[in-house]
């Protein structure tokens, strides 16, 4: 089965970390590029970060710049996105989507909840 698996989401207080890995069963991230977008009840889907097949190519939305880190791993077929300094308005689900040409992949989302 071709899916994405995301995992690392939480509960944190304000001013911690967590890492969320996105996992690809089925096929292999290389070509990809991967994107990592979040929902929080009540809003749209908005994107955080992006990171080229290469990896050569970063992107933050500007909420996130400074805080998050998107990375890979292809030899463990992996994308990871390092949240630090977590705030209570990045409390969402996290969804990591995989885009190569006409081909699209969606994960389930993991949750992040940020709160004291």
């Known amino acids: 089965q071709l899916q994405l698996v995301e995992s690392g989401g939480g509960s944190v207080q304000p001013g911690g970390s967590l890492r969320l890995s996105c996992a690809a069963s089925?096929?292999?991230?290389?070509?990809?590029?991967i994107s990592w977008f979040r929902q929080a009840p009540g809003e749209e889907r908005e994107g955080v970060s992006c990171?080229?097949?290469?990896?050569?190519?970063?992107t933050y939305a500007d909420a996130v710049k400074g805080r998050f880190t998107i990375s890979r791993d292809n030899a463990k077929n992996t994308v990871y996105l390092q949240m630090n300094s977590l705030k209570p308005e990045d409390t969402a689900v996290y969804y990591c989507?995989?885009?190569?040409?006409?081909?699209?992949?969606w994960g389930q989302g993991t949750q992040v909840t940020v709160s004291s």
């Open positions: 990171i080229s097949s290469s990896g050569g190519s970063r």
């Open positions: 989507y995989a885009l190569r040409a006409w081909v699209t992949y």
């Open positions: 089925g096929f292999t991230l290389d070509y990809y590029d």
